[in-house]
């Protein structure tokens, strides 16, 4: 079974940066694509970004292109989210998942592990 803890949430100004970080226990981190995304009270769970097992290939959302960064270390079985020029639209539970399937990307279906979620609230 694998366990992901993402981290590094909080509460910032519009402007502000953060770094989400998603540990994963196990050995599959490195043979898996990695997902973030996020749901604000009363919406759906909405795709923000992704990176492929290797790192090579990367995917975002249109509304965060630009702002946000997704990344991974697989030798630190970690994936990462760097979020810059926070808006207050951006205020959402993130999540970290991880997928198996070539259909991953932005279809929450692909993917088989979730994390518990970390808070981000920006206020304007």
């Known amino acids: 079974q694998v366990q992901l803890v993402e981290s590094g949430g909080g509460l910032v100004q519009a402007g502000d940066s953060l770094r989400l970080s998603c540990l994963a226990s196990g050995r599959i981190f490195s043979l898996r694509h990695v997902g973030w995304f996020r749901q604000a009270p009363g919406e759906d769970r909405d795709f923000v970004a992704a990176?492929?097992?290797?790192?090579?290939?990367?995917y975002y959302a249109d509304s965060v292109k630009g702002r946000f960064t997704i990344d991974r270390d697989n030798r630190k079985n970690t994936g990462y989210l760097d979020m810059n020029s926070l808006k207050p639209e951006d205020t959402a539970v993130y999540y970290c998942?991880?997928?198996?399937?070539?259909?991953?990307?932005?279809?929450?279906?692909?993917?088989?592990?979730w994390g518990q979620g970390t808070q981000v609230t920006v206020s304007s």
């Open positions: 990176i492929t097992w290797s790192g090579d290939h990367t």
């Open positions: 998942a991880l997928s198996r399937s070539v259909l991953f990307r932005s279809n929450r279906d692909e993917y088989d592990f």
